[in-house]
């Protein structure tokens, strides 16, 4: 069995929060689109984090859209004072629960307006750009009119910070020379591993990194290898995946999204396992035994 440790803390928008967090998109419906089946249980799983230590929730008004916001906002409102709730603009949703581009000026002063209604906020912690040219990874173009509309509302005091998703190193560097950035979130897990040197980069400047699809991407080979090391171990293959995210890099931030108790329990457990040298070792053999595919839906 790994060894136990305390959840170590990063900094992210001046706070220092949690490394293991909770993404919301999973309690909307199917396809991050309607009402959940269980809202009571959404309710109870939102709680639950946050009773377990959570500091660090990620969100977005286009789940659902509203469904998650309103959630959040039922479960939790008057929110803690320690809570740091990340929310992104950038798409919108169509009435078949497309996913589409929403980055004029004005298309995010509405996002953060609808953000900051069904969340129930005066200000927004942090919001993050999610980037639209390729929905399924990071591509280049110009982002500077986007990043300028948010600190135009960051200078009106209804954002407090901004971040990047689904950016690359060429648009976060552009973002700067505009505004702080506080946080990049992009795909990066044990197979998907692109931003590799991103990650390093921005962990000098301070910068927190928050992955998404922790276990996608992954060929049939590179999930039973990863399956077998966690049976081994007695924990379940997503809490070793993100175990390996915690030792990766000290400034990753973890956002798991479930919508059941017991996945919540195993997902913040994770933060506990010390990985031994060995066990690192083979974890990263994985990434050579299969080309990690995209992933099949949008954080």
Request: hydrophobic share 45%.
């Amino acid at each position: 069995m790994p060894n136990r440790k305390p959840a170590s803390t990063y900094e992210l928008a001046g706070r220092q929060v949690n490394r293991m967090g909770y993404g919301a998109m999973q309690l909307a419906g199917p396809g991050v689109f309607g009402p959940p089946k269980d809202r009571a249980q959404a309710v109870a799983v939102l709680r639950e984090a946050l009773a377990l230590g959570v500091d660090h929730i990620d969100t977005s008004d286009f789940y659902g859209p509203h469904v998650t916001n309103e959630i959040i906002r039922e479960a939790l409102h008057p929110y803690a004072q320690n809570l740091t709730i990340v929310t992104k603009v950038g798409a919108v949703r169509d009435d078949k629960g497309a996913w589409l581009p929403a980055l004029e000026p004005v298309d995010i002063e509405r996002a953060v307006h609808d953000n900051l209604r069904n969340l129930g906020l005066e200000a927004l912690d942090v919001v993050n750009l999610r980037i639209m040219g390729d929905v399924h990874k990071p591509s280049e173009g110009p982002v500077e009119k986007q990043v300028e509309a948010l600190a135009r509302l960051r200078e009106r005091g209804l954002v407090r910070n901004v971040g990047m998703s689904n950016a690359t190193a060429a648009q976060i560097a552009a973002a700067q020379r505009v505004v702080p950035i506080v946080c990049v979130q992009n795909h990066y897990n044990l197979v998907h591993r692109d931003d590799d040197a991103l990650i390093d980069a921005l962990a000098a400047q301070g910068i927190a990194y928050v992955p998404f699809f922790p276990l996608g991407g992954f060929t049939p080979i590179q999930s039973a290898t990863l399956s077998s090391i966690a049976a081994r171990l007695e924990v379940t293959p997503m809490a070793l995946a993100l175990a390996w995210l915690l030792r990766r890099s000290p400034n990753i931030l973890l956002i798991p999204g479930t919508s059941t108790l017991a996945h919540l329990r195993e997902n913040v457990a994770a933060a506990q396992l010390d990985l031994v040298d060995e066990v690192v070792a083979e974890l990263d053999a994985i990434c050579s035994s299969g080309n990690g595919g995209g992933a099949a839906a949008h954080a």
